[in-house]
């Protein structure tokens, strides 16, 4: 068991650590399905600038992909019909070799008969 997130206090059963290009895959088929409320954390360093931590798939059509440029934090929802939306957080720099703890929420808020889906990221 290894320990995790800001303060190094939290057990990681399932610790997994990269020495330079590397990646981890899951494929779950139709064994787990992204539905809201999801959560998902994820405790990184690194040095370098450019990379992608996390590509998702949220049913068939949707993708959602967190990733370092220029050591900015870059997140972009990205749907099958072409439209995207994207956040890129300027004012960090994370390619800096410390420890970053990332937390992403995803849920619908109803009105009426419509839904949305609202993501809320929360980084350190």
């Known amino acids: ?3 995790g997130g ?5 057990p990681m059963h399932h610790a997994h650590y990269f020495q330079g290009n590397s990646v981890l895959t899951w494929d779950f088929k139709t064994d787990v399905k992204i539905s809201v409320p999801w959560y998902l ?3 990184f360093r690194t040095r370098q600038p450019d990379g992608v931590l ?14 370092l440029a220029g050591g900015l934090l870059s997140f972009m929802v ?17 390619s800096d070799g410390k420890w970053h703890d990332l937390q992403l929420e995803l849920r619908d808020v109803r009105s009426g008969r419509d839904s949305r889906y ?3 990221l929360t980084l350190d």
């Open 6 to 10: 800001k303060d190094c206090r939290h």
């Open 54 to 67: 996390l590509q998702a798939h949220a049913g068939q059509y949707t993708t959602l992909l967190c990733q």
């Open 118 to 120: 609202i993501i809320t």
């Open 41 to 43: 954390g994820l405790a």
């Open 78 to 94: 990205s749907r099958g019909s072409g439209r995207s939306t994207g956040l890129l957080l300027d004012q960090l720099q994370l």
């Open 1 to 3: 068991v290894g320990f």
